[in-house]
T-cell receptor, first 110, second 114 residues
């Protein structure tokens, strides 16, 4: 079945450095790739998304890259801050269902 | 502004007992609604989704059922809890299909089955 692999289960960076989280997917028909953030003990919040008609999207310190040939997409967080520490989930899906990665625990050290 | 409220915030229940979790969305007419389950430290599994009142589609069977008795209400329930039902249950809404834009999640209900 369709699968999304999130390659980094944990990631530790120094404050101010960049963090990169990578995901790969299997469904060639996938066209929508969102990212969500979950702080400890809390719910999920939307971070950024990208659609298959573009290969790059930026929102302030967040950049998403999409490589359709490699079936890979990545989240880049630049100039990291301690409040970026959280679990980040990637996903891809069709109209009714999202397939989620296992999550990456990002720790930003002061 | 739209708000999503889940209840209860947390429950501790015995194996074999019934369960009912609720979700209410205010400020948005005819949203798509979703139930997700998250094992402790795990990823999300979509359980159900609903496009309209009275219609619920099952994505995965976990001995749970869902209903949408009103446009703004989504209920998750079971008559007999299993240990494997423990986890974090999240309700979410979207304007249309999940690939049309973001999901808005409630704060979740933490379930512990003993």
């Amino acid at each position: 079945g369709e699968k999304v692999e999130q390659h980094e289960s944990t990631l530790s960076v120094r404050e101010g450095d960049s963090a990169v989280i990578n995901c790969t997917y299997t469904d060639t028909a996938s066209s929508y790739f969102p990212w969500y953030k979950q702080e400890a003990g809390k719910s999920l919040h939307f971070v950024i998304d990208i659609r298959s008609n573009v290969d790059r999207k930026q929102s302030q310190r967040l950049i998403v890259l999409l490589d359709k040939k490699a079936k890979r997409f990545s989240l880049h967080i630049t100039a990291t801050q301690p409040e970026d520490s959280a679990i980040y989930f990637c996903a891809d899906g069709d109209n009714s269902k999202l397939i989620w990665g296992l999550g990456t625990s990002l720790v930003v050290n002061p | 502004a739209q708000t999503i409220h889940q209840w209860p915030v947390a429950e501790i229940k015995a194996v074999g007992s019934p369960l009912s979790l609720g979700c209410t969305i205010k400020g948005k007419s005819s949203p798509n609604l979703y139930w997700y389950w998250q094992a402790t430290g795990g990823t999300l599994q979509q359980l159900f989704y609903s496009i309209t009142v009275g219609q619920v589609e099952s994505v995965v069977q976990l001995n749970l059922s869902a209903s949408r008795p009103k446009d703004d209400q989504f209920i998750l329930s079971t008559e007999k809890l299993l240990l494997s039902h423990s986890g974090f249950y999240l309700c979410a809404w979207s304007l249309a299909g999940v690939n049309t834009g973001q999901l808005y999640f409630g704060e979740g209900s933490k379930l512990t089955v003993l």
